[in-house]
């Protein structure tokens, strides 16, 4: 049986199960009947629930590369990241953007590439064909799937090191597949005291991740994930009105 895909409203996998079977495309998103919006994650590390998670940690030895000459309808390219290895298919669902002309602002989804050590020639096979003509002056970047071996999110003391998804709604195991709400009502770790009406933030703390704190003790800098839907004190884990998508 295939991965369900699009936007599904009674999804293969239960929403509140962690499984080493995967069940849909990364990244697709289920409604509940009370509005509530889900997304599908692979974890790259154990996540308890109520827990807000990010991206995987961005390579930038794999960004601003040099393709060599690719011809329009091309659907494989080869370049040379740097010094950073990758394992196979890291980049598969996500993306190579184009960063410099000729070719600038398109991005194109990979469907998959072998493992690299880093610094030596690595071919991308792409699902979107070349559509316009790439030279050795393009430029490139390689883009995770924001869904594909997410971590608990890191404020790391203001050094942020991802975007934040949502919040899980089990424990998922690191390896596996679950669901993390991105819109509507959930319980989220609160990270100092939070006020019912009040904005709702990622916090940037280095000594509670996949924590939110209230917009009105937050540095602006911060990544806003909604509001706060109950008032709870640190270390709870209070009603949050997520808005993130």
Not at 2 to 30: D, R
Not at 182 to 203: E, M, Q, R
Request: glycine content about 12%; charged content about 15%.
């Amino acid at each position: 049986m295939g991965l369900q895909s699009g936007f599904i409203s009674v999804p293969g996998q239960s929403l509140f199960k962690s499984s080493s079977t995967q069940e849909h495309p990364l990244g697709v998103k289920v409604t509940a009947g009370d509005g509530r919006e889900f997304r599908y994650i692979s974890a790259a590390e154990d996540i308890a629930a109520g827990l807000l998670v990010q991206t995987t940690l961005e390579h930038t030895n794999h960004e601003s590369l040099t393709p060599d000459a690719s011809a329009i309808g091309d659907t494989t390219i080869v370049m040379t990241p740097g010094g950073t290895a990758m394992t196979a298919n890291e980049y598969a669902t996500g993306w190579m953007v184009v960063t410099n002309t000729p070719g600038l602002g398109l991005m194109y989804e990979i469907d998959r590439h072998a493992a690299n050590a880093g610094s030596v020639a690595l071919t991308l096979y792409l699902k979107d064909p070349i559509k316009v003509a790439l030279t050795t002056s393009s430029r490139v970047d390689l883009v995770h799937n924001p869904y594909k071996d997410c971590l608990i999110f890191d404020g790391g003391n203001g050094t942020e090191t991802g975007i934040p998804l949502g919040v899980t709604q089990c424990a998922i195991t690191s390896g596996e597949f679950g669901w993390i709400c991105v819109t509507g009502a959930t319980s989220c770790l609160a990270d100092g005291t939070l006020t019912i009406g009040h904005g709702a933030v990622a916090t940037n703390s280095n000594t509670i991740n996949g924590a939110v704190e209230c917009m009105a003790n937050a540095m602006e800098t911060q990544c806003p994930v909604g509001y706060c839907l109950t008032s709870g004190t640190d270390t709870e884990y209070p009603a949050i009105f997520l808005r993130i998508g």
